[in-house]
């Protein structure tokens, strides 16, 4: 097990999470628009708890998106700051591959319905401006989530492909399906339409990508936003 | 804990990393306190959002989180410095756009948080005011300054440094923005203010004139909404007589548009001026870049019994990093520090600031 820490702020859910010696500690509180008041509070907290010096830290990792787009930099930005003063990797993490695994925890925790050997997770969040964001993800108890397709940007009326009977849902939009009608021709056997991506998450997907050396520099720990800048009007 | 690692160090050489994104320029500078500004750097996105007719915030924001840090190593690398020799960070907290901010304010943070070094929120306006400082440490108030930019245009009673008194301010548009629409409207390029003096200096008086507004009323408010509509009427006269915009208009109509603004800016500074008794008058802002301006402002303070005028250096009229590690650097030094929480201010009154 690697020493991490980990933030995750594309949702109004504000997390923090480090791993370290066997032990992980998280903050995690529903907070909208007071995340850049909590991070630096609960970051400094964790540290003070597993009693770590910065250079102790093996890399930083923060959820990349798809989600709030100021959400998604303040994450970047203090990992980016964190990072680059001790010359520590950086990690970047898809918040639905972490909000896939939280549903997969969530099933195995509470949810008797779902095949616990191998599960197909949905994970669709509202993305405003009429569009949806979609993910695929395959997991099992003892694999984390993989991504059957990329994290995408959709128009609300578009057809998504078919999944599986057993599939979980997990992410906002499933509570949203007047306004995501592709949503309605999913019957997944678990819905989750609240929970929202954690830190803790973060880390457990973390640690593989630490393990395959998938990291990278504080310059290019950027958001991925999936919405591009041709979303904007140009002058005529 | 960490506000018991801030208490504990001491003052005997500061170097302070400037952080600005309040806007549309990515403004990163080293202020040392022996060697004075050290490095600064700035990547602005003016050509990107003129594309889309104004500053796009999502854009701005997103443009500031791939440079900034990029910049900072590029000003620690100029000035052959290394992060762990930086003894605080100082961020652009407000006014600005919120976004845009808080990439700033979550990267100096960070930063601090982790070199173990006190961070200090910078009040943009107040940055501004003491761009000039860069050059001349030695500016004492009290003083009148004059902040003209796209943003904002406001006369101010600099009584002590910290102490601020809003004696003007625009009721609509800031001159730097009229001057940005002006120019728009004449076909002349971006930012107005060069593109206006440009045509302006071709010409030493025009044929025609435009209002100076609110000069004929007591106060020292502002107001150009009503100088750029009249403009507007005046380009499309000439536009229509001609069948198109010869060059000779656009040199006149520039050359009346700058004599007005910049008498109107006159006149109100010699009303600060006198209101206040006091002798000394800063200008500051992107405007304050204008040369008809500062002459006139300079034959003004030639008629004032121990009148001085102090100006940035070009370069520092417009945002930048340096007057925000400048800023910084005096707060810090006076043993101000922020606490833990990142707190951004996009409407932040210059008036409550703490005395320095």
Sequence with gaps: MNTILAIETSTLACSVALQSNNQLWEEYKDAPRQHTQLLPQMIASLMHQAQLSWSQLEAIAFGQGPGSFTGLRIAAAMAQGMSWAHDIPVLKVSSFAALAHRAMRHALAHDDLVDKKEMIVGVARDAHMNHLYWGTYRCSPTRLPVPLQSDRLLPAEEKISPMPHHCIAVGDAWAMRDKFPSLKSISPVACYAHLLPSARDIIALADDLLARNETTTPQHALPVYLHTATAWQKRS | ????????????????????????????????????????????????????????????????????????????????????????????????????????????????????????????????????????????????????????????????????????????????????????????????????????????????????????????????????????????????????????????????????????????????????????????GGVGANLRLRTQLNQLIGTVNGGKIYYPRIEFCTDNGAMVAYTGYRRLSAGQCDDIPVVISPRWPLTDLPPL
């Design chain 2, 1 to 284: 804990m960490l506000s018991s690692i801030v208490s504990r160090i001491t003052i005997t050489s500061m170097l302070v990393l400037g952080i600005e994104t309040s806007c549309d320029e990515t403004g990163i500078a080293l202020y040392d306190q022996q060697d004075g500004l050290v490095a600064h750097c700035l990547h602005s996105q003016a050509l990107m959002h003129e594309e889309y007719g104004g500053v796009v915030p999502e854009l701005a924001a997103r443009d500031h989180i791939r440079i900034a840090l990029p910049l900072v190593e590029q000003a620690l690398n100029t000035a052959q410095r290394t992060k762990s020799s930086l003894n605080g960070v100082a961020y652009t907290a407000g006014p600005g756009l919120v976004g845009a901010l808080m990439v700033g304010a979550c990267l100096g943070k960070a930063i601090a948080m982790a070199l173990g070094i006190p961070a200090i929120s910078v009040h943009h306006l107040e940055a501004h005011l003491m761009a000039p400082l860069l050059d001349n440490p030695n500016i004492t108030p009290p003083f009148i300054a004059l902040l003209v930019s796209g943003g904002h245009t406001q006369l101010i009673a600099v009584h002590a440094w910290g102490r601020y008194e809003i004696l003007g301010d625009t009721r609509d548009d800031a001159a730097g923005e009229v001057f940005d629409k002006v120019a728009q409207m004449l076909d002349i390029g971006y930012p107005g203010g060069p593109a206006i003096a440009r045509y302006a200096a071709q010409s030493t008086k025009s044929t025609l004139t435009l209002p100076e507004p609110m000069t004929q009323v007591a106060g020292l408010d502002f107001s150009f909404s009503g100088l750029k509509t009249q403009a507007m009427y005046l380009i499309e006269q000439h536009r229509k007589s001609n069948g198109t915009l010869p060059s000779q208009s656009i040199i006149d109509i520039a050359t009346a548009f700058e004599i007005a603004i910049t008498n109107t800016l006159t006149i109100k500074c010699r009303r600060a001026l006198s209101a206040t008794q006091y002798r000394t008058l800063l200008v500051s």
